[in-house]
């Protein structure tokens, strides 16, 4: 079956480091998603991705979050400066098309020092 | 504000029971849910989903409820089993924003043998 693939899964970091956290979509998805979960509260959406542009973010997706999608397979959220509030686990989602379950990727944990 | 929320942080329940985590949400204009299971360390799993233009849907020993009238879903499973602890979540799918999912705060299910 196919699935989103996260790499690392585990990634530690000194403040204010820049981190790349990786994810390989399913490979006929359209829209890709990041997501974070910081320890014991709820999933946050944090940005979409379509057609090669962000089509939504939030309020937490600020200047020191970028998304690319270098080539055809991967989908990379990168953090240019990570602080403390930044760890969490870190989930990739993707969907084939609007309305359509998405699916979800194992998670990186980020954890800052 | 728009908003999903679950009633219940925890839910303890006996091998072979029926389950029933319940969710509201806020948004009227909502069109689409999904149930997520979410293990320890893993991301969120598709359970099931429903759409608006319908009040019930069953799977394999889950079924979702929706009561647009009183904006409320429930998630039921039967003859629950230990491999059904987990948390679970429920999700708003916003097909106007990107297809973002908003998630509620989660519900603990523990299975007792």
Not at chain 1, 71 to 83: A, C, E, P, V, Y
Request: proline share 4%.
């Amino acid at each position: 079956e196919p699935e989103v693939t996260q790499t690392p899964s585990h990634q530690v970091t000194q403040m204010g480091q820049e981190v790349i956290l990786r994810c390989v979509p399913i490979s006929n998805h359209l829209y890709f998603y990041w997501y974070r979960q910081i320890l014991g509260q709820k999933v946050e959406f944090l940005v979409s991705f379509y057609n090669n542009e962000i089509s939504e973010k939030s309020e937490i997706f600020d200047d020191q979050f970028s998304v690319e999608r270098p080539d055809g397979s991967n989908f990379t959220l990168k953090i240019r400066s990570t602080k403390l509030e930044d760890s969490a686990m870190y989930f990739c989602a993707s969907i084939v098309w609007l309305n359509t379950e998405a699916f979800f990727g194992q998670g990186t944990r980020l954890t800052v020092v | 504000g728009e908003s999903v929320g679950l009633h219940l942080p925890t839910l303890s329940v006996q091998e072979g029971d029926n389950s029933i985590i319940n969710c509201a949400y806020s948004n009227s204009a909502s069109d689409y849910f999904i149930w997520y299971k979410q293990e320890s360390g893993k991301g969120p799993q598709f359970i099931i989903d429903i759409r608006s233009n319908m009040d019930k849907r069953q799977g394999q020993r889950v079924t979702v409820l929706l009561n647009k009238t009183v904006k409320h879903l429930s998630l039921q499973i039967a003859a629950t089993q230990p491999g059904d602890s987990a948390v679970y979540f429920c999700a708003e799918n916003r097909y106007n924003a990107g297809n973002m999912l908003t998630f509620g705060g989660g519900t603990r299910l523990m299975v007792k043998p």
